[in-house]
């Protein structure tokens, strides 16, 4: 635990080496890095028995809320297979529950919340408490950066201090607002796309409230640390042409704008998941650094459709990294040889899922790293 740290202060910018020189930085600025840099989403989950001790301790909200078990999930991943990045853990939906929607996870549902369905139940919102409830995770975010950065603070093993990127997220409003009016997990999120319609006055407000806030997390989560950060769409791929270009572009502008604005230096790299051909509007039209590929994504196609400098990430299948075996390294080598010369981060193209062997994810970390 990195409690015996200590009360984490602001890491010393003296101690801490030049951002420039992690790979991870330096492909979302713009660098075609090789071998590509590596890390997954879900890298720290419930595949890890290391994770699923920390587990039992205490509920999936609290555990966020703690800096010291945060920060060790997140770092978990970290000492046993030197990713490039750490991804904060946390989840999309803490930004909901900081303005006072009820949340909880359930074991075999996943979360669940008191529907946003009126006018009245978006002005009991206060997006003016999220500062103090997210507090213990920014906390969290001041200790990972020491931990990676600051040489003998995590013990994280040969040749890793220094070379992890903190990456910080938060969820893209159009994805958090499918939970927060549904009320939890669905297939279709009926209910949130019809509201969309039918009432586009509420649903703008919303939307409009989550942008803000969204934007002003992100910000925070650098002050505190986070080297860059991820925008997760998830449900971007239920909306047709016009609702992807208003729902989910145009939010995604608007974050990218300001937190660029504020911390001109921090890639943001957006998720915009089975945006299919819309993606390439997507990545020109939000001003993002780096896109983000879902498994569906024919790589060699998306390539085309964004500018040249913006880097990709993605875009395993989480099932191949499942199955293992020889398709493994092979699927590896494919995707990172067809973005070969250009800007890539290596990843899957959704999260790690619960079942997967961890030798497999060392599998895969040594495939993508082999230097020829
Ligand atoms: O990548 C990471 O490990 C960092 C942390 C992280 C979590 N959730 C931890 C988590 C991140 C980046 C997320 C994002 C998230 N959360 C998304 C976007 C990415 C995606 O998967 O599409 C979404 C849609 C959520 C909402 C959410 N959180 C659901 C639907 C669930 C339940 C289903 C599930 O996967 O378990 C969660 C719970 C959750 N978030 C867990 C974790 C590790 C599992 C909780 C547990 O193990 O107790």
Known sequence: MTSETGSAGAPNPDELPKMSDKRLLRVLHGEAVWPPPVWLMRQAGRYLPEFRALRAQADFITRCMTPDIATEITLQPIRRYGMDGAILFSDILILPWAMGQSLEF???????????????????????RVAEATAPVMETLRRLRRALDVPGEAALGVGQDGATALIGFAGAPF??????????????????????????ALFDRLIDLLTEATAAM??????????????????AGLLPPAQFERQVIEPGRRIASEV??????????????????????????????????????????????????????????????????????????????????????????????????????????EAVRRPW
């Open 260 to 365: 660029r604005r504020r911390h001109p230096s921090v890639p943001i790299v957006g998720f915009p998941r089975l945006g299919g051909l819309l993606v390439g509007r997507y990545a020109s039209q939000t001003g993002i650094d780096a896109l983000a590929l879902d498994t569906s994504a024919d790589l060699a196609l998306a390539a085309g459709l964004v500018p040249p400098g913006l880097a990709l990430q993605g875009n395993l299948d989480p099932l191949c990294l499942l199955a293992g075996g020889d398709a493994l390294p092979a699927a590896a080598e494919t995707i990172r040889s067809t973005l070969r010369g250009r800007p890539h981060v290596f990843n899957l193209g959704h999260g790690v899922l619960p079942q997967t062997p961890p030798e497999h994810v060392g599998a895969l970390v």
């Open 175 to 200: 994805t958090v607002a499918c939970y927060m009016v549904e009320g939890g997990g669905s297939k279709e999120f009926a209910e949130t796309r019809r509201m969309a319609y039918a009432e586009p």
């Open 106 to 128: 359930v074991d075999g549902v996943g979360p669940v919340l008191e529907p946003v369905r009126r006018a009245a139940d978006l002005d009991r919102l206060r997006p003016e």
């Open 218 to 235: 992100l910000c925070a989560q650098i002050e505190a640390g986070a080297e860059a950060v991820m925008l997760f769409d998830s449900w």
